[in-house]
């Protein structure tokens, strides 16, 4: 019995650890940008407002070459 | 960490401070419903994690403000509760006040910000168990299922996480900026596909890159235009064939540019400044010029007198012009004027500076003018030049007169608007003619100057109003113009390229779009990282550890005459709402739908028990105690046994197990079946305003336990072993008429539990028991020592036992004639 539970790994208990983990897995910058944002004290908030950033970027970025 | 003590004062069902001391093993109270036992788990949970897990999951906090509080408490105190808790080497007593809603902490006395084991209860499982936890997991929507378990599995952020990534992967909040750029694109995209154009409609709906794309574009427009066109000249060269195609239908154009938020500032700057311009301080300089001109005639003295003392220069002693002699008095009198005059000719040196200022910044007014308003006028190029071509349009719009109607009058008033504004400027000029003429025939005024600032007013007015009906008409004429440009196109036989220069002009916009798309279409692969993540930790520990552990705990409550309907483990299944937990449950071996669907209450209610035994010891943080609260529910009396066993073996592994229970003949099993480890016992037998009526019993009295132990001695097939049970039997015995005897004549408390050889040997004596009889009493425990050794020559007897029995009925005889001490306490 003990050794069963002896098993039993140890969750990742908080949002940060989790979305710091989520991060390690993935390769895309963007995503990491956008975890990054999630990390943050207003999590929900903060990620939409960072990809809202991000698609400005790109409008601006494109509007800037076009000059 | 093991719990020592707890005290309650004034906390949810207690309101007189209640002191309830726990065992080192296994405490079992038993109450009634509603004599306050939840209040005691909650008082637990209060203290460690500043609210109860009621108040925390509750949908609505305000239904629970306040009740914290004991509503018969005096006003003048506060809730308070302390927990005295041992790590092995000493006790610390924590402890919570609740002062209004502020709760002040105490760590022996002193008060602190936090409990130094704040930190490593964050990231640990509760060590309650709840009757209504469990059912809230267990009964809850499948869809929820997911969040609750990971909230009881201490993956809380888990379920959080996987919530709101996949709400925001799923559905992503653009900017507007982007949203307007999508639609104009699907715009041109359902255009491109109800034209004759279907190869590039094809390259559009098979999603293909946008170079891809217009390479296509630029090929199909090279086709209307002559084979010597340069690729950078495409558009241009394609745009003048349309409007030539169309020009000879109709040459005009209803369009309006609309005004940029930049063009919108750089024109309210500009009006700013030009009313900057004709500001008090430039009037004042203009009025003071007067003064200078007065200086003129002193100017041209002072110049003849300079080229006269020049002169004299040569030879002072007579005129250069008469040449008659001039004495000392005269040229000491020219001397003196020059000086005179030399000082007048700076400050009007300094006057000619201001004039010259003057006269550039009323250029600048008017070159400024002239530039806003033309910046207005310039907009409306199209619309100027349509009236002549009235006829032709309203022929074009027969479809759509209001439409018509609205282009006439916008014309109609925007010559109104613009022949106004010419003839303001018109003023202007002559206001202006009036300045600079004053101020060269050194005849400024007032006058003057206030008709070109009346001027200068009305103009800005003027473009003022014709830049608000321009903005306010100029999206209603853009989309006439549409409408016209498609008529024309249709009878111009133009409309694919009019399509291709719409598209040839928005690549850099498909572009965007294509980049964006990207962009959004990647947050799928997040969600599934997410997904993947979130799946393979919950799968990690409902499959493996935990489900073996849980499956462990259910098979020792389950009896063998039970039907084999039975849970059968968990499982995670995808979803496209996300992971959800499946508890899975078998009908003799066959697979049922859900245990939740199939199981019974009593089957459930074991589960919810085992899971939490099983979270528990896979993550038991710094407590060794476990709650559990009211853990019989439906139970027949065979399982309920069951779940003794379970209680002991969890003892067994170390745990410092606290029970409450209703099921008073449950309790009573309890401690017959744990009778070996002992314990405390409370009971609750009554409940008032002032809480609880708590009292400590026996674990087992003295009675059942001779009883038993007679019942050893006289069975003749009694082996070893039961006889030296029946010989520690009659310990605890001792023990307790010793402890019987403490608090009738002292009326001090002593916790059998604690008691040894030597403390019971003690007590004996001091409440008078002869030395004598003591020492035969104190055989009892020679056979074991403190260190539970056996010593060599020791052999279990029948016969000694049963003269210890007679020793205890003479001890009780003592104990029913005992008196409490004179000079102890009442």
Known sequence: MINDVATVSQPARSKAQIVKEISHGITNPLHKRLLAAYSESNPVGSLELELQNVLLEVLNANESKKD | ?826
């Open chain 2, 1 to 826: 960490m093991k719990a020592r003590k707890i005290d309650i004062a004034g906390f949810r069902g207690f309101n007189e401070r209640r002191e309830i001391e726990f065992d080192d093993t296994l405490t079992l109270i038993a109450a009634h419903n509603s004599y306050g036992k939840t209040s005691i788990t909650e008082a637990f949970e209060f203290l460690i994690y500043g609210q109860t897990s009621k108040v925390q999951s509750a949908d609505s906090k305000d239904e629970y403000k306040g009740s914290y509080r004991n509503v018969h408490l005096p006003e003048n105190e506060n809730p308070k509760i302390s927990l005295t808790m041992s790590d092995g080497d000493a006790d610390t007593v924590y402890a919570v006040e609740l002062r209004g809603n502020d709760i002040v902490r105490f760590v022996s006395g002193k008060e602190v910000e936090s409990f130094p084991f704040a930190p490593l209860v964050d990231e640990t499982v509760k060590p309650f168990i709840l009757q209504h936890a469990l059912k809230d997991l267990l009964l809850s929507t499948p869809a929820e299922r997911f969040a609750n378990f990971a909230k009881l599995l201490g993956f809380e952020a888990l379920g959080d996480v996987q919530r709101e990534l996949i709400a925001f992967c799923t559905k992503p909040n653009p900017p507007r900026e982007v949203l307007l750029l999508q639609n104009k694109i699907t715009a041109l995209e359902d255009r491109t596909r109800r034209s004759g154009l279907t190869e590039i409609a094809k390259l559009m709906k098979k999603g293909s890159a946008p170079e891809v794309l217009f390479a296509l574009i630029k090929k199909e427009a090279s086709k209307h235009v002559p084979r010597t066109t340069k690729s950078d000249l495409l558009l241009p060269t394609l745009l003048s064939v349309r409007d030539e195609a169309v020009a000879r239908i109709f040459g005009g154009s209803t369009k309006i540019p609309s005004e940029s938020s930049e063009q919108a500032l750089a024109f309210e700057n500009e009006q700013r400044r030009i009313l900057q311009l004709l500001s008090e301080e430039f009037i004042k300089r203009y009025l003071g010029l007067a003064t200078t001109h007065a200086q003129q005639k002193v100017r041209q003295t002072y110049e003849l007198l300079n080229l006269g003392t020049l002169s004299l220069a040569d030879d002072e002693s007579k005129c250069p012009l008469c040449l008659q002699p001039v004495d000392e008095p005269i040229r000491l009198h020219i001397a003196e004027r020059h000086k005179e005059l030399q000082a007048k000719e700076t400050v009007f040196a300094e006057s000619q500076k201001s004039a010259d200022a003057i006269s550039a910044s009323l250029l600048d007014l008017k070159r400024s003018l002239a530039a806003l308003a033309k910046s207005q006028t310039d907009r409306l190029a199209s619309l100027a030049q349509l009236e002549p071509q009235l006829s032709n349009l309203q022929k074009l719009l027969e479809s759509e007169p209001d439409r018509f109607s609205f282009v006439r009058n916008a014309v109609e008033e925007f010559a109104t608007l613009t022949s106004d504004l010419e003839k303001s400027n018109d003023a202007f000029n002559k206001a202006y003619l009036s300045v600079t003429e004053s101020i060269q025939a050194s005849t400024e005024s007032s006058a003057t100057m206030d008709a070109l600032v009346e001027a200068v007013t009305t103009s800005m007015k003027k473009i003022a109003q014709l830049r608000e009906k321009a903005n306010s008409t100029s999206g209603s004429l853009q989309e006439i113009d549409g409408i016209v440009r498609l008529k024309l196109d249709a009878l111009a036989g133009t409309q694919d390229i009019s399509l291709l220069v719409d598209l040839l002009q928005a690549e850099t916009e498909f572009i965007k779009k294509a980049t964006i798309d990207v962009i959004t279409h990647s947050l799928k692969d997040l969600r599934t990282s997410a997904e993947q993540y979130v799946g393979k930790r919950m799968s990690e520990s409902i499959t493996g550890g935990f489900g073996t552990s849980v499956m462990s705990w259910y098979d020792k409550i389950k009896t063998s005459t039970d039907p084999k309907v039975h849970f059968s483990g968990f499982d995670l299944k995808k979803m496209p709402q996300g992971n959800r937990v499946q508890i899975k449950a078998k009908s003799y071996d066959k697979e049922l739908v859900s245990a939740v669907s199939s199981l019974s209450e009593s089957k459930l209610n074991a589960l919810g028990l085992c899971m939490s035994i099983a979270i528990n010891l896979q993550s038991p943080g710094p407590f060794e105690f476990i709650v559990i609260d009211d853990p019989i529910q439906s139970w027949d009396a065979e399982h309920e046994d069951q779940f003794i066993d379970v209680v002991r073996e969890l003892i067994e592994i170390g745990k410092q197990v606290i029970i409450l229970s209703h099921n008073t003949k449950w309790t009573e099993r309890m401690r017959t079946g744990c009778e070996d480890l002992g314990g405390v016992y409370y009971q609750v037998s009554g409940y008032d305003d002032k809480g609880p009526h708590i009292q400590e019993k026996d674990w087992a009295s003295v009675k059942d336990r001779l009883a038993n132990v007679s019942g050893i001695v006289n069975n003749p097939s009694a082996d070893s072993i039961t006889l030296q049970q029946a010989e520690q039997e009659m310990r605890h015995v001792f023990n307790q008429i010793a402890a019987g005897l403490k608090k009738r004549m002292f009326d001090t408390k002593v916790s059998t539990k604690n008691l040894n050889a030597e403390g019971t040997r003690k007590i004996l004596l001091e409440c008078n028991v002869d030395l004598p009889f003591v020492n035969k009493i104190m055989q009892a425990f020679v056979t074991v020592d403190d260190a539970h050794h056996t010593p060599e020559d020791y052999t279990v007897h029948r016969q000694r036992i049963k003269q210890y029995e007679e020793y205890a009925k003479t001890l009780l005889d003592n104990l029913s004639k005992a008196r409490r001490v004179a000079g102890s306490k009442p």
